[in-house]
């Protein structure tokens, strides 16, 4: 049977694993959304929360969801794809439900041991936050997985492209629902109704999973297809499960330090315009969250971001089959051309000072230049790493990207109360205030993808695979 034949013949249940991949990415971001877009109208003026406080909640959940990563990889690797992400989803669904509890328990713990209802509100929500992260720590982890399992290398930029645009599909959804939802129903039923959603799509991924020489929807020419490189030969069903290189020794090698490196110095980023935009759009314009002009602005904001980033996956494709390169010179390649497109980031707030637009555009392609950066980034860990492994990689990673987003958030929240506090006092190039505490931050977050970049480069000038 001739190659056209088998293309024609072959089945794609690949691209039903990305469709789910897809959702639940989308799902989590959308979990992790509800509270930047409530807080600040609807929760701050409940308890009193300062710029501070709301720095520390995402601050330390950002820290806890660093610790889970370092073991979620683990755990997922460990536990097979199927079992490990039911648990990670099961955990941060069950987290994102009972945020909705933190304002009734403040209000009576705050009242029976007469203690300030910020401080208890506060506590409260680090602990709802500590369980989101937990169980959103499997979710990057356990896709990167199951795309290293069912695509070959040329494919899996691309399949990471479309399901990791889920994080920025999940905050074009959020603004639009989320903030309604709030508005008619109470914050509280935003975090259970948005929450819920995962516990739907476990169902699907109990029926629909499976690994592909195990799935009745996978074809023998399917297969072969997904078996295709050639340093990955096809192996029987029952010795494909390898031992995973030990924990520990993942540390020894320089191909997980340059993901390490590429993860810290850029994902903190991403989850300081995640979870700060919608306060920015309302301390600087005046835009609330819930208002149609809010609304718009975060949504032009993750739009520009989806439609660019999906590309982003593709570009080494076309280098690798146009071009003839190796996937991961490719990779590196197209990681470089997007790491140019944060710079923009440094104008946003020149150009707000003409309208919000400019910012809600600018920092849309800033984040989709992340998207696009991040895509590329997950998929080195399957060029280099054997298939036992990417989960774990995979995690430490993420356990760098969540120690980066500590620092960012928590830095960010006491820079803002403090500018705040300082007024024209504070100034930085010839802004004031929490303008001039904005213009920093957007500073480092444009310089970070080129650092990064050349940090990587540093530590793996080469491809180089790691063998078990």
């Not at 991961?328 to 309208?355: E, T």
């Not at 310089?447 to 970049?453: D, K, Q, R, S, T």
């Amino acid at each position: 049977m001739n190659k056209d034949t088998n293309q024609k013949l072959m089945t794609n249940w690949r691209w039903w694993m990305v469709v789910l991949l897809f959702v639940a990415t989308t799902v989590n971001y959308m979990d992790r959304q509800v509270l930047s877009l409530t807080w600040k109208e609807f929760i701050a003026p409940e308890f009193q929360w300062t710029y501070d406080d709301y720095g520390t909640i995402t601050a330390v959940f950002s820290l806890f969801y660093a610790f889970a990563m370092l073991f979620a990889g683990k755990f997922v690797d460990w536990m097979g794809t199927k079992k490990g992400y039911l648990w990670a989803i099961g955990i941060w669904s069950f987290g994102a439900c009972i945020h909705a509890l933190c304002g009734w328990g403040a209000i009576r713990i705050a009242s029976g041991l007469s203690l300030a209802i910020s401080t208890v509100s506060v506590w409260l929500f680090l602990a709802a936050r500590a369980i989101l992260a937990l169980g959103e720590a499997g979710n990057f982890p356990a896709a990167i997985k199951t795309t290293a399992e069912y695509f070959p290398k040329k494919d899996r930029a691309f399949a990471t492209s479309i399901f990791n645009s889920g994080a920025s599909v999940g905050a074009l959804i959020a603004p639009v629902t989320i903030p309604p939802l709030a508005k008619a129903f109470g914050w509280e039923m935003a975090f259970i109704i948005i929450g819920a959603l995962g516990f739907i799509w476990m169902g699907f991924w109990v029926f629909m999973y499976d690994k592909p020489h195990k799935s009745k929807h996978v074809n023998a020419a399917e297969l072969a297809y997904i078996q295709q490189d050639e340093d990955e030969p096809v192996v029987e069903a029952a010795a494909e499960e390898k031992k995973s290189i030990p924990f520990l020794k993942c540390f020894s090698y320089r191909q997980t330090w340059a993901f390490i490196a590429g993860k810290f110095f850029t994902d903190g980023v991403w989850w300081f315009y995640l979870f700060w935009a919608p306060a920015y759009f309302q301390d600087q314009f005046g835009y609330k969250a819930s208002s149609g002009t809010g609304m718009m602005l975060i949504t032009t904001l993750y739009l520009i971001v989806t439609v660019i980033s999906i590309f982003g996956g593709y570009l080494p494709k076309l280098f690798v089959e146009k071009k003839g390169m190796h996937p991961y010179n490719g990779r590196m390649l197209a990681m470089l051309i997007f790491a140019f497109f944060p710079l923009f980031a440094l104008f946003a707030q020149p150009m707000g000072q003409m309208s919000a637009w400019w910012p809600a555009i600018i920092i849309g392609i800033a984040g989709a230049g992340h998207q696009a950066w991040s895509a590329n980034l997950f998929s080195t860990v399957g060029d280099m790493f054997p298939k036992s492994a990417v989960a774990t990689i995979t995690g430490i990673g993420g356990m760098a990207g969540g120690i980066s987003s500590f620092l960012i958030n928590k830095g960010a929240g006491a820079l803002f109360t403090y500018s705040e506090e300082a007024g024209k006092a504070f100034t930085f190039l010839g802004f004031e205030g929490k303008e001039a505490g904005y213009m920093i931050v957007f500073c480092i977050c444009a310089v970070a993808y080129l650092v990064a970049w050349m940090v990587m480069k540093a530590l793996v000038p080469k491809y180089k695979k790691i063998e078990e």
